[in-house]
Nanobody, 123 residues
Framework: VQLQASGGGLVQPGDSLRLSCAAS????????FGWSRQAPGKEREGIAC?????????????HYPDSVKGRFTISRDDAKNTVYLQMNSLKPEDTADYYC????????????WGKGTLVTVSS
């Protein structure tokens, strides 16, 4: 599975941004897809996951940590082989490299990672 994230950029606090992850290879409907981020000097943080039909939580179920719950929304369009991350009410602390990933299920380490796309939130 190959993954390519896009959509990052420079935005102001309070703005919205949508990231896209184009996926190819394999039966993509099987996989859970997730987004992680890594800010300079910090550990990588998983911020969203959406289950595929291969998981045990039900296809389409979503998971978020408290840091982004209510502001970020992950979605998938299996017909377009694309996963999205809608980010609203962005804060400076959301500044990071954002990565999409794919794996067997949410909550386990992904098998596949794409290159990151940089999101900078600054006034």
């Amino acid at each position: 599975v190959q993954l390519q994230a896009s959509g990052g950029g420079l935005v102001q606090p309070g703005d919205s941004l949508r990231l896209s992850c184009a996926a190819s290879g394999g039966d993509l409907s099987y996989y859970a897809f997730g987004w992680s981020r890594q800010a300079p000097g910090k550990e990588r943080e998983g911020i969203a996951c959406i289950a595929g039909r291969g998981g045990n939580t039900g296809r389409g179920n979503t998971h978020y940590p408290d840091s982004v719950k209510g502001r970020f929304t992950i979605s998938r369009d299996d017909a377009k082989n694309t996963v999205y991350l809608q980010m609203n009410s962005l804060k400076p602390e959301d500044t990071a490299d954002y990565y999409c990933a794919a794996g067997a299920a949410c909550g386990v380490e992904p098998h596949y990672w794409g290159k990151g796309t940089l999101v900078t939130v600054s006034s």
